[in-house]
């Protein structure tokens, strides 16, 4: 068991009035924090007021990245009970991300307890109306004031939370995706697969490109021949071909989301064929060409199923379906948010209760 000291606070903040629309935009009263020292481990677990934090401008985080970072959310159910969609998988990927950036692990338990300790303190902050949430951000990053190059010896982990509105408050429209053909995201050998900063700082160029030409989120190609299909900004990206669900191999350089695999779980569940392999943009093209590119979503946190109505590669434009969401991501959307809301049974024994 965590030993948690709590302090609350002795100005709660007024809550919005009316639904939610914004994301990321609002915190709530409190935060979970936790130091770990080199020679002690990780210690003085807490929950405090939410407040700035105080660094040295030498501080390590600000010019070397070590840092990492996890999303998650709690669902205000139908029957009134606070659920978590699957936390142990995202304290899993909090180590694996920390692996990587040399950032001590910590102990699953301990990851998971503190979500919840600190959803349940700020309990009345989660948003009621539906398909709203309360978005979770938990992250850790190396606070010693030191400008040579070395893994922190000292780190904060975080948690903080945003009231979250409905992603889709006029339904789940296809989206147009930017193939990006010149910058890539991550290399093999790189840290694709982990969840920092840094690759998302890599990501904004392309982004802003894209932004650009009206298209709202890039696809990655591989960082090597730049032909194979990675992932999405920030969701792992789908394609039903000829009757078949296509998602691209976890490689190293994609990040192993957990909507994608909650995905994978259930189209399986239903005698769905799901192949995880390498995918070339030109596969996708004569896919598209033949007629056989019958759907392609996005899948993450945020929008849990993201369809996508229009894709484009350097000077072709493909369009997916007649504009409007596929029968299969939209029963998968159903399926999965369903499940988070408790609207249906969790076959699957994903969802964890906040008490
Ligand atoms: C978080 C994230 C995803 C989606 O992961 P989920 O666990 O499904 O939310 C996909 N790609 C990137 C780059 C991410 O950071």
């Known amino acids: 068991m965590l030993d948690i000291k709590v302090t609350r606070t002795t100005h709660p903040a007024k809550k919005p009035e009316g639904p939610i629309t914004s994301f990321g935009k609002i915190f709530t009263d409190h935060m979970f924090l936790m130091n770990y020292t080199e020679g002690i481990g990780w210690h003085d677990a807490r929950i405090e007021p939410f407040h700035d934090l105080t660094i040295s401008p030498a501080c390590v985080v600000l010019h070397y990245g070590q840092e990492m970072f996890e999303g998650l959310k709690a669902y205000y159910g139908v029957d009134g009970k606070v659920r978590l969609f699957r936390p142990i998988m995202n304290a899993?990927?909090?180590?694996?991300?920390n692996r990587r950036?040399?950032?001590?692990e910590l102990p699953e338990e301990m990851f998971v307890e503190a979500v919840k300790a600190i959803v349940a303190v700020d309990r009345d902050w989660i948003p009621t109306d539906p398909d709203t949430s309360l978005y979770i951000r938990p992250f850790i990053f190396g606070t010693d004031a030191f400008l040579g190059v070395a893994p922190s010896q000292t780190y904060l982990f975080c948690i903080i939370l945003s009231p979250s509105g409905a992603y889709y408050a006029s339904g789940l429209k296809p989206v147009g995706i930017w193939i990006e053909d010149d910058y890539v995201r991550a290399v093999r050998g790189g840290m694709g697969f982990a969840k920092t900063g840094g690759n998302y700082a890599c990501s904004l160029a392309a982004q802003v490109k894209a932004h650009d030409d009206g298209y709202s989120q890039v696809l990655w190609l591989d960082g090597v021949e730049r032909k194979y299909i990675e992932e999405v900004g920030a969701m792992n990206i789908f394609f039903k071909i000829g009757g078949r669900i296509v998602t691209p191999m976890l490689n190293g350089s994609i990040l192993p989301g957990i909507t994608r695999d909650s995905v994978i779980q259930v189209c399986r569940s239903w005698g769905m064929e799901v192949e995880e392999r390498k995918i070339s943009v030109f596969e996708l093209i004569d896919a598209q060409k033949s007629g056989r590119l019958e759907e392609v979503f996005g899948s993450g946190t945020a929008a849990v199923i993201s369809p996508v109505g229009k894709l484009r590669y350097v000077d072709e434009v493909m369009t997916i379906g007649d504009g409007s969401i596929g029968p299969v991501s939209q029963k998968l959307y159903d399926t999965i948010t369903g499940i988070?809301?408790?609207?249906?049974?969790?076959?699957?024994?994903?969802t964890v209760e906040v008490v």
């Not at 899993?92 to 991300?97: A, E, V």
């Not at 950036?101 to 001590?104: G, Q, R, S």
């Open 92 to 97: 899993r990927r909090t180590n694996s991300s």
């Open 101 to 104: 950036l040399c950032i001590p």
């Open 340 to 350: 988070q809301w408790g609207k249906i049974a969790d076959p699957f024994g994903w």
